[in-house]
């Protein structure tokens, strides 16, 4: 594309093409191909009410739907160097950035915030599919090391839904080293005695699910999310064979160990909600609690923070 | 209701009840005596029965298709438990079922396994014969009880640990070490329940506890009474010898001080009340937990390691 094509022909197109119905009040789905009608979608949490397909949400979306209230607080990510290779294919990464930037209206893949969950608080550190295939670079990175630091700080629970390709490849080998980074981010919410959280959204595949996506207390998955390590086109041109249905699907990892549960969209807040009472409120109401170890927040004197 | 051989005298004074209850159009209160007498003998002979069950009445007991299993206990006993799968390395084996919950107000891991109740429950827990992945699912999730100050409750309900190839190939023997290596090692308190069948390996590797309990019933052993006759006797027909020699019941394990508590079952056995017996279990494992709750974890550490250390040491009582 160049600037003929992003600037001129939607002009064009809305002078040629003929009035109809606008796109986007009607989503086709996938599995089924049902078409239905955007409000429908949305009251349903972009789950087909014909099928149960469950569809990609965006940042928005999942963060919505999982705190109280739908009431959250979003953090500013600390900004990185753009485009530390000067990495160009067909064309410059840091033009891709732009355009996924002024497309999703976001600095990076993923999105951080902290609120409570059935009143506990929880920080959040949710993947931006739209923005590049939710790849981890530099940024993702920076955006799990800061949701972690928030997590210790605040002395909260880390939950994290991935839903990424894998690795940037623009960001080459810095892009490899995130999946050690990450690890280490997370394992200091651990080595705090935090619960860390995984909730595997479609997709999961490549060094995401390699580093810090399945290291979780616990693993919580979507229906029929796409969850691996390599790509099923590179298994089937490797091994030379038809993969089987199901592979690589959420229902096929709970049967290999390797998630704790499936859980329906309308019920995962709910299921969020009850882990974090039992991991965080283990005590009878009425029994004395202890202090916690650590304050909070700094707070001074006068009890202003 | 199923009914055991030994309870055959029972089963048919019970028959002649349900027929006198069907019969409608006679002489009501004739029918009520005749029922009433008919019942207190009914009580009278469960009574007697059950006083001097045999070790292998006891196998049978312990086995019965309608006794409580895990999923029962936790139906019963356990608000909102949270099923948590999954070894992280090869499968989910549901012959061992783990999760956390809350019992009587409190955060609990519980572990057990379950033996399923009908011909596909049965084979999707394979019959709670556990593979190495279900050990190794135990150990992570006591891990993470340990993790997170959260004490473990086991019920043990298994013939055995599943003796195939493919268990064998995993490490079927690995798994189970390392499970009783964690049923050690946490520092939360630790309570096993054996609700009916405590078998051998498959068992001990959810229940090097702090605190075992037992139900009057249930057994537990080195090996099945079936297993050891084959063995020692050279034929499974000896069972019942093998079931005596054996000790495997919970009074003579109370003796032997591997029980630490029996817990008494209704008249005629747990599956004649399930409720009650349920009710009765958790009421124990509750006394329990509360005293073993007001423990540093490093005492109830050091104390389960102790206590470990020193069986058979001291020889039988
Ligand atoms: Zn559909």
Redesign the pocket.
């Known amino acids: 594309m160049n600037w003929l094509t992003n600037f001129v022909r939607p002009e064009i197109q809305q002078w040629v093409r003929p009035k109809e119905v606008p796109d986007n009040l009607w989503h086709k789905?996938?599995?089924?191909?049902?078409m239905?009608f955007h409000r429908d979608l949305e009251k349903n949490l972009s789950v087909?009410?014909?099928?149960?397909?469950h569809m990609r949400l965006t940042v928005k979306q999942r963060l919505d739907m999982l705190f109280d209230d739908s009431f959250y607080q979003r953090i500013e990510l600390p900004r990185v160097a753009p485009d530390p290779l000067k990495f160009r294919d067909s064309k410059r990464y840091s033009d891709r950035l732009k355009e996924a930037q002024g497309k999703t209206l976001e600095q990076d893949a993923i999105a951080v915030a902290h609120g409570t969950m059935g009143g506990v608080n929880v920080v959040v550190a949710a993947f931006n599919f739209q923005f590049m295939g939710g790849s981890m670079g530099m940024a993702v990175g920076e955006g799990l090391v800061a949701a972690a630091e928030l997590a210790v700080l605040q002395d909260a629970p880390l939950v994290v839904i991935p839903s990424s390709g894998g690795a940037r490849m623009q960001e080459g080998i810095l892009s490899l080293m995130q999946m050690a980074r990450t690890t280490v981010a997370v394992d200091r919410v651990k080595e705090k005695g935090l619960p860390y959280i995984v909730l595997l959204a479609d997709p999961t595949t490549g060094g995401v699910t390699a580093s810090f996506a399945m290291l979780g207390d616990i693993h919580i998955a979507e229906p029929g999310a796409v969850i691996g390590f390599a790509g099923q086109r590179v298994i089937e041109s490797t091994i030379r064979e038809k993969l089987p249905d199901g592979f690589q699907r959420a229902e096929y990892l709970l049967d290999h160990g390797m998630v704790d549960m499936v859980v329906h969209r309308h019920r995962l807040r709910e299921t969020l909600v009850r882990l974090l009472q039992l991991l965080r409120h283990p005590k009878p109401p009425g029994e004395v609690v202890p202090l916690p170890r650590e304050p909070i927040l700094p707070v001074d004197g006068d009890g202003r923070v | 209701m199923n009914f055991l051989d030994f309870e055959k005298p029972i089963a048919e004074l019970e028959g002649k009840i349900e027929e006198l209850r069907h019969l409608s159009d006679t002489d009501e209160i004739n029918i009520a005596d005749e029922v009433a007498r008919l019942q207190a003998k009914v009580d009278k002979l469960l009574k007697s029965t059950y006083a001097k069950l045999t070790p292998w009445q006891k196998t049978q007991v312990a086995r019965h298709p309608d006794r409580p299993h895990f999923s029962d206990y936790v139906a019963h006993l356990v608000e909102d438990f949270t099923p948590l799968a999954g070894d992280r390395a090869f499968a989910e084996d549901r012959a061992i079922i783990g999760g956390l919950g809350r019992f009587r107000g409190r955060s609990v891991m519980v572990i057990g396994h379950e033996k399923g109740r009908d011909t596909e429950s049965r084979v999707r827990h394979n019959f709670g014969m556990a593979r190495p992945e279900g050990y190794r699912k135990a150990r992570r999730l006591m891990a993470m009880a340990d993790r997170f100050h959260i004490p473990v409750v086991t019920l043990v309900d298994t013939a055995g640990a599943y003796p195939g190839v493919d268990a064998e190939a995993r490490g079927q023997a690995e798994a189970i070490a390392r499970a009783i290596e964690s049923c050690l090692a946490i520092r939360v308190p630790l309570i096993t329940a054996i609700i009916g069948e405590g078998g051998s390996g498959g068992a001990i590797a959810l229940a090097a506890a702090n605190t075992v309990v037992m139900l009057e019933h249930s057994i537990y052993s080195v090996i099945s009474p079936e297993g050891c006759a084959s063995i020692l006797w050279r034929s499974g027909d000896n069972a019942q010898d093998a079931a005596e020699a054996l000790k495997l019941t919970a009074q003579d394990l109370h003796r032997l001080g591997v029980v630490d508590l029996v817990v008494p079952e209704p008249l005629g056995g747990a599956h004649r009340a399930r409720n009650q017996t349920m009710d009765a279990l958790g009421d124990t494992i509750e006394q329990s937990l509360t005293a073993l709750l007001a423990l540093d974890g490093g005492v109830l550490r050091a104390r389960r390691r102790d206590k470990f250390l020193e069986m058979g040491r001291q020889g039988v009582h």
């Open positions: 789905c996938h599995q089924c191909g049902h239905i087909c009410q014909h099928c149960g397909f």
